[in-house]
């Protein structure tokens, strides 16, 4: 039984997602899986969450999956893959907090993500060619989009490492940061619309979803396009209600 391996903390309207094994460098198995997807429900069923940042204790954001039998046990992948859904689908954004290395699953953790601050030890990379493992289409296709043709290539042909100054230069990172300056970065984010930045992760998660034109329309009607044109004229910052 694996104890207290992710904590939920509530900073405003910034929700913080913590792995906290640090012995363990925040390794994965099933039960964690199944933990921060618990967590990443929980933030978001809360009202007035409008961001979500994801973090790992320790000097490490996610060593990949447990590798001393996790990985191996049969129901590792189905708990991997709810648990990368949860983070594309939840309606806000989720940005990883990435301080030291993002491994593996780790790194398909950070793939998930919406956006991502890298600190100055940040690395990522998926040795999935060392230990003869394949990956789904999903996290090549992610991975393409993110890091860029040659980056993804290198890093899962080649099992190269993705520092933060490349991170930043191909766009995979938005910003450096610590810390504190990841959660400053949430705060700011969730100061944004919520209705518009809920479509906008939509519509780059799945393009295709049939809604999304009716809940542009929505948008387009939404009080908070309203406050956003009174609040220019009135020179202030917009205060959205998400409605």
Not at 25 to 33: G, K, M, T
Not at 60 to 71: I, Q, R
Not at 207 to 227: F, G, N, T, Y
């Amino acid at each position: 039984m694996t104890e207290n391996a992710v904590s939920l903390e509530i900073d405003g309207r910034v929700a913080v997602v913590t792995l906290t094994r640090p012995d363990r460098r925040n390794a994965l198995d099933a039960e964690v899986c199944t933990q921060l997807t618990a967590a990443l429900e929980d933030a978001t069923s809360r009202g007035g969450i409008r961001a979500i940042l994801l973090r790992g204790e320790g000097p490490a954001f996610c060593a990949g999956a447990n590798l001393k039998g996790g990985v191996y046990a049969d129901n590792f992948f189905a708990a991997l893959e709810k648990m990368l859904t949860t983070v594309t689908d939840v309606p806000v954004p989720v940005i990883a907090d990435i301080q030291g290395p993002a491994v593996g699953a780790g790194c398909q953790l950070a793939l998930a993500c919406d956006l991502r601050v890298m600190g100055e030890d940040a690395v990522t990379w998926v040795p999935a060619v060392q230990h003869g493992f394949a990956l789904d289409p999903w996290t090549v296709n992610r991975a393409v989009e993110l890091l860029g043709g040659t980056h993804a290539r290198n890093m899962l042909v080649a099992g190269a490492k993705v520092d933060r100054d490349a991170a930043l230069t191909c766009g995979f990172a938005i910003q450096p940061g610590t810390s504190e300056e990841a959660l400053a970065f949430a705060h700011r984010v969730s100061e944004h619309a919520p209705l518009s930045t809920a479509w906008f992760k939509k519509a780059l998660n799945h393009p295709e979803a049939p809604e999304l034109a009716d809940e542009a329309r929505a948008c387009w009607a939404s009080r908070d396009v309203q406050e956003a044109r009174t609040a220019r004229a009135d020179r202030r910052a917009p205060v959205f209600e998400g409605r």
